[in-house]
């Protein structure tokens, strides 16, 4: 069975265990914070982040190597579309939802969460004023442009879906929702995800495991 080391919440786990879901294959997961100090993860992971996969004798890290690996390796349940130019596009948007979306998501869990929740420090307001006011905007307004009005951005869902709205499921956890009056299709195309069968029961189980929601 497939290991999958990663702590629950994480938008990068949270894509692994989509896509292990999708294809129906069997996992155990060991709860692993990113950057810790514990040696032994050190040692299948020098950079310390999560998530990672241990498949076998084969030891994967990074999100979107591992999703990669799963798509070749089980090719059931496609996660990627065929053909050069959609799937440069969807490595685009994983790519995407992993770097500058990922990151200004993860700044305003980080203050609107981690801070008072987890470190009792006061929440940065200023920070996060310009994440939502001025950082954020241009990425939305590029998105907005990006996601059909209905379905998914392949017709099926796929693992670029689930990139760009993975990071938005953490933002929500601490308070920030994607404005639906000036970025309809955006705001609908995060719910259509988050309603997809598979997206819906690693949710569930997510707010189980971590208390978030």
């Not at 440069?88 to 995407?96: D, F």
Request: negative net charge; proline residues 7%; hydrophobic residues 45%.
């Amino acid at each position: 069975m497939m290991i999958l080391h990663g702590a629950s919440g994480s938008p990068f786990v949270r894509k692994v265990q989509v896509a292990l879901a999708a294809k129906a294959l069997p996992y155990e997961q060991i709860q692993q914070l990113p950057f810790t100090k514990d040696a032994e993860y050190r040692k299948i992971n020098p950079l310390g982040k999560i998530p990672t996969l241990q498949d076998g004798e084969l030891t994967i890290c990074d999100s979107s190597v591992i999703c990669e690996y799963l798509e070749d390796a089980y090719p059931a349940a496609p996660l990627y579309p065929s053909g050069s130019a959609d799937k440069a596009r969807a490595r685009w948007y994983e790519e995407l939802g992993g770097s500058r979306v990922a990151e200004l998501a993860a700044g305003i869990f980080f203050q609107r969460f981690m801070r008072p929740m987890i470190l009792k420090q006061d929440t940065d307001e200023a920070l996060v004023a310009k994440i939502i006011d001025r950082q954020l905007p241009p990425i939305l307004d590029y998105l907005e442009s990006q996601v059909p009005e209905e379905g998914f951005i392949f017709g099926e869902f796929m693992m670029a879906d689930m990139s760009l709205m993975s990071p938005f499921v953490n933002a929500a956890y601490a308070g920030y929702h994607v404005d639906a009056q000036q970025w309809p299709h955006f705001s609908r195309f995060i719910e259509r995800v988050k309603s997809h069968p598979v997206v819906s029961e690693v949710l569930v189980a997510e707010a189980a495991t971590t208390g978030f929601g």
